[in-house]
């Protein structure tokens, strides 16, 4: 990310308890994998039966362990919770 980004993201850490950065996703924009190195925590979301096992490792991999702090993965629209009224 640019410079600038990186600035805002530091200016707001010491005035807020969280902030809350939504990028698009890894594979269509990869600098999305620059910003989540610059957070102290990542949420990584991944859609059940379309995200593949090799772009979930490619984007772990890509995350740096040591900048990011931590990593909390959801796997989104798995079929076992979901019932045929939520879609």
């Known amino acids: ?4 980004i990186l600035s805002l993201i530091n200016s707001f850490k010491p005035q807020y308890d969280v ?7 890894c ?3 990869p600098e999305s994998l620059l910003v989540a190195n610059e ?15 090799r772009t979930v490792r490619e984007i ?3 995350l ?3 900048k990011t702090g931590h ?3 959801i ?3 798995h079929e076992e919770f979901l019932d045929s009224t939520y879609s």
Do not use: Q
Request: charged residues 20%; contains cysteine.
């Open 1 to 4: 990310p640019s410079e600038h």
């Open 19 to 25: 902030v809350l950065i939504d990028t698009p996703a």
């Open 27 to 29: 594979m269509a924009r």
């Open 39 to 53: 957070c102290d925590y990542v949420i990584f979301v991944a859609s059940s039966h379309k995200t593949k096992i």
């Open 60 to 62: 772990l991999d890509g």
């Open 64 to 66: 740096s362990a040591e």
């Open 71 to 73: 990593l909390l993965g």
């Open 75 to 77: 796997l989104n629209r």
